[in-house]
């Protein structure tokens, strides 16, 4: 009987460390990644279809999770800050309220945004964000880094720094538990 569980057991981890892996976009094509996530688990992401003007869901997926955090500019410190992270086959669009209600607002097109993103003690950049007035999202082309980061990691952290008129900063962390297996089953089947 030993045996015989010994060797499901054996089958079933290499099942599932085969059944982890997948394949992100990248701007040259697609990057191969294995990740952590066992298959058929979503974690704390979810996977989602994009509606038409009736509020019909499209072809078109997304995958989103939600976090919680602190935010601190000329009026505050260390406020409660509310977080969705949207990601789309190949961009990222974070959705910042802050006091856990208020959506951010940015001055000036030429205000500079800048995230950064902190796993296992290093520091990544990952350059530029833009800011839309219509949907008060920051969005994010540079995915690659990020996305590898969601895959090795269980958990990061992400620093948005806005300057326009004064300095604002938006810290929360990112749970990764699902991320890739989400991912996969939104954009690659």
């Known amino acids: 009987m030993k045996k015989i569980s010994s060797i499901a057991l054996t089958v079933l981890t290499v099942v599932l460390l085969v059944g982890c892996a997948s394949i992100v976009p990248s701007d040259a094509g697609y990057v191969y990644m294995s990740g952590i996530t066992p298959a058929g688990d979503n974690g704390v992401w979810k996977a989602k279809s994009y509606v038409d003007e009736f509020r019909n869901p499209t072809d078109k997926r ?30 990222v669009e974070i959705n910042l309220l802050e006091y856990g209600s208020y959506p951010i607002s940015v001055i000036g097109s030429d205000s500079s945004i800048d995230v950064r993103i902190n796993v296992n003690g290093e520091t990544i950049e ?24 969601l895959v090795e990691n269980p958990e990061i952290t992400m620093l ?11 810290l929360f962390d990112i749970n990764s538990a699902g991320f890739e297996y989400t991912y996969h089953e939104a954009f690659l089947k």
């Open 160 to 170: 948005v720094t806005i300057n326009d008129y004064g300095l604002s900063k938006y």
């Open 126 to 149: 990952l350059g530029r964000a833009w800011f839309s007035e219509s949907t008060k999202r920051l969005t994010i082309y540079n995915t690659l880094p990020l996305f590898k980061a």
């Open 62 to 91: 997304y995958i989103v999770t939600q976090s919680v955090g602190t935010f601190s500019n000329s009026a505050t410190n260390g406020s409660k800050l509310y977080a969705e992270i949207i990601v789309n086959r190949n961009s």
